[in-house]
Nanobody, 111 residues
């Protein structure tokens, strides 16, 4: 059974930074693509970024140049470094590994 656990959310000021972590267990992590999605209050869930098993990275236009996704296969962890945060980045952020979703971590950007 695949388990996915996110952490690292919290409160940040506009222009600030946060780093989210996603730890997966119960799967051959290094061979899996991993994605981040987010859902803001009253809005549909949207895709944010993905890193493939080979390390290819893709980003939504809304976060390109501000967010960086990376992975450490030894730790079975994917990171989402979020810089230059904006209030519109406020959302619950979810990690997805092989169609398995974590419980989400809240990110709030506010002064």
């Amino acid at each position: 059974q695949v388990q996915v656990v996110e952490s690292g959310g919290g409160l940040a000021q506009p222009g600030g930074s946060l780093r989210l972590s996603c730890v997966a267990s119960g799967t051959a992590f290094s061979s899996k693509n991993v994605g981040w999605h987010r859902q803001a209050p009253g809005k549909q869930r949207e895709w944010v970024a993905q890193i493939t098993s080979g390390g290819i990275k893709n980003y939504a236009d809304s976060v390109k140049g501000r967010f960086t996704i990376s992975r450490d296969n030894d730790k079975q962890t994917v990171y989402l470094q979020m810089d230059s945060l904006k209030p519109e980045d406020t959302a619950v952020y979810y990690c997805v590994v092989v169609s398995n979703w974590g419980q989400g971590t809240q990110v709030t950007v506010s002064s």
